[in-house]
Each structure stands twice: as structure tokens, then as C-alpha cells.
């Protein structure tokens, strides 16, 4: 599991905020630090979801924080309704604690000063300060659990609605059904966001537009990974199995595996004779690796194969070959059972099936898949 952070878009745009704000190096400063910390509040918020998560025994792929909130990406094949609702429940909450934790120092402040707690916040914030940054992030905190108990997918609050509909419905037409509120909650907050920057907020009127077609982006890009599993879960690896792939053995040599390479994409390497049984795989990387090596020449293919990949099962869902090969960014993987090799399933073949349902599935890799 991984975690990705546009680190470079956050650090600018807490600089613009202290700038606005503050104005002069101390702003700036003030801002970055701001920004940087709230961060990592949203990053804990993420954790507190995996950790949930996890603990029902749903696996998460990686967290993606952005400028303006993070983002979890889930095993929603095991997903439950409850789970989910409790799931998406338990990032507020953390957001919830958090803010208290910060509002510690200021509730101390205005009590041994006898002062109401709004007078010494206001105070704090006029120019940039310790007390003032803990302030910020109390209430920033306070914010976001609000925020995303809005019952707008993809927010954790439109998680939520989507568990309770999926009690009464299938999961695909409960996600289509919060998926459209996200969609006219994020469209009337675009609106607030123009009508806030025509009227002289410019910074306002920005962040709320961001936000907006972010949460947009968010609800239809969810909305049809979950209609694309549901399609892909109709058929079986089984299904598109290639069976007569062409496979090598650890001890041919490279020379001889070159003229399989010109024409496939991944070769598996196998032993034995009549239960064969995948031991490695050959893509063209590791024959470039050993060209740049100059010992192509004399080297066997059991030296230079990957002995760690991925593998599905005959009767495993299409989905889940399609989500392996992505987060591997393979080709091709072997289809295995008990051991015994029974052939290749595609990328090009998993896409070729669902174009001929007239459906698309995007072409780039998940965010934050790493290399092979």
C-alpha cells in the first residue's frame, strides 16, 4: 500500500493563503505550515480509514492526498453495507479529535486569561503566531469532519448514504444513485464559488470552485469503476484465458527467447511436463537489463527472469484480473490453479471483451501504481 502526495500544489497554495492572509515572509511561512500540518491531519483521517478498514478485513491499494483532501482506494468487491457506513464514518471522527486536540492550547489560554475562547481565537489569528496556527487547525478540523459528513459521494458522508441504499438495492445502482448527489451538491458549490468570485472573493470563490470539480471528478470517476466491476464480474478469467501462449524454460537461453519477444509482450517461464508449473516471467525489460550487461550472449533465461509476480485463478472474476494487471502494470499475467499453469490472461483481451459490450475502461494505471 501506498501513499502519494502532491506535495509541491499543497506547499503553493499554503503560501498563496499566508500571502493573501498575512501578507510579507512571515505569512508565507505561516502559510506553508498551515497547510503542511493540515495535511497530515488529512493523511491521519485516510489512516483511520484503512485501519478500519483493515480491521474488517477489506484491503486498501494506496492513499492519495491532494490540495484539497485525501482519497482511500478500498476493496469494494468485500464490502459490506455496515462496514462501509462505519468506515466512512471513522475519518470525521478522527478530524472530530483532532480538533479538540488542537483546541486544547487556546481553551487553556482563554481560561487562565479570563477571556471567552472566540475573543482569544480572533486574537490569535490577526497575525501569524504559534496559538494562532493551532487555532487554524482546530477549526480547519472541525470543518473537514462537517464537511464530509455531507451526503455527497464521494464524501465520506455520501459513503454512507451509499451503504444505506445498498441495503435495499444492488451496489452498483446505490453508488449510480449517491453518485448523482455528489454531482449536484459539487454543481451548486461551482455556483457558490462563481457568484463568491464575481463578488470581489477571489480566493474564496477559487478554492470553492476547485473543490468542487474535484468532488465532480470524484463522484463519476467512482461511479464507473464501480459500473466497470460490476460489468467485468459477469465473466470469469476462464472466460479469455489464452491456453496456448507461448512459454520457455529457466535453462533456454535469452538468444532463444528473442524471437518469442518480438512477438509477445510476456512470456511465461514454466517446468514440468504434463502439470506445468509457472516459475518466473520474461518481459522485454529484463532482456534490455541484460543487454546493457552484454551478456545476453551466454545468459540463461532462469537468471534474468521476475520470480515475484501476480496470478489468478480460472474461476476468479474478470475484475480481479483487471485489477491485478493494473496495479502490476504487466500485460499479461499467468492464470494458475493449485499450482498447475493453464495460461495468460490480457489486458488487450480483458479490454477486447468489454468493447464488445460497448463499454470502455480507462486506459492509464490506477494513481500510485508503482513500476514493475
Known sequence: MG???????????????????????????????????????????????????RSRGIGADYIVLLPIGGMTSLDVSALKPLDEARIALVGPL????????????????????HLRLATVVLAALQQPSVLGLLDYLAIA??????????????????????ALLSRRMSFDSATRR???????????????????????????GVALAIVALALYAGAIYEDRRVQQQATLN???VSDVIKADAPTVTPNETLLSAFAMLARER????????????????????????????GTTSTMMVAHVMRTRFPSVRPGDPLWV????????????????????????????????????????????????????
Open 234 to 236: 459477469a465473466w470469469k
Open 266 to 293: 510476456l512470456i511465461p517461464v514454466v517446468v514440468g511436463g504434463s502439470q506445468p508449473r509457472v516459475v518466473g516471467l520474461l518481459t522485454p525489460r529484463e532482456v534490455r537489463q541484460s543487454a546493457r550487461d
Open 94 to 113: 478522527s478530524n472530530l479529535i483532532l480538533g479538540l486536540v488542537f483546541a486544547t492550547a487556546p481553551i487553556v489560554e482563554a481560561l487562565s486569561l
Open 321 to 372: 484480473a483487471y485489477e491485478k494487471l493494473m496495479r502490476s502494470r504487466l500485460d499479461a499475467i499467468p492464470v494458475v490453479s493449485q499450482n498447475e499453469y493453464f495460461g495468460l490472461i490480457r489486458l488487450s483481451d480483458i479490454r477486447r471483451t468489454v468493447r464488445n459490450r460497448r463499454l470502455s475502461l480507462p486506459v492509464e494505471n490506477l494513481p500510485g501504481n508503482p513500476a514493475p
Open 178 to 204: 449517491a453518485a448523482m448527489t455528489g454531482r449536484l451538491f459539487s454543481m451548486g458549490l461551482l455556483a457558490s464559488g462563481v457568484i463568491l468570485f464575481l463578488g470581489g472573493e477571489i480566493y474564496y
Open 3 to 53: 501513499v502519494h502526495v502532491t506535495f509541491i500544489p499543497i506547499v503553493a497554495w499554503g503560501a498563496w493563503m499566508g500571502l493573501t492572509q498575512y501578507g510579507a515572509l512571515s505569512g508565507v511561512l505561516f502559510g506553508m505550515a498551515a497547510i503542511v500540518l493540515l495535511t497530515a491531519c488529512v493523511l491521519l483521517h485516510e489512516v483511520a480509514h484503512l485501519l478500519y478498514a
Open 141 to 162: 478540523n472541525v470543518l473537514l469532519a462537517f464537511f464530509n459528513l455531507i451526503p455527497a459521494f464521494p464524501l465520506d458522508g455520501g459513503r454512507a448514504l451509499r
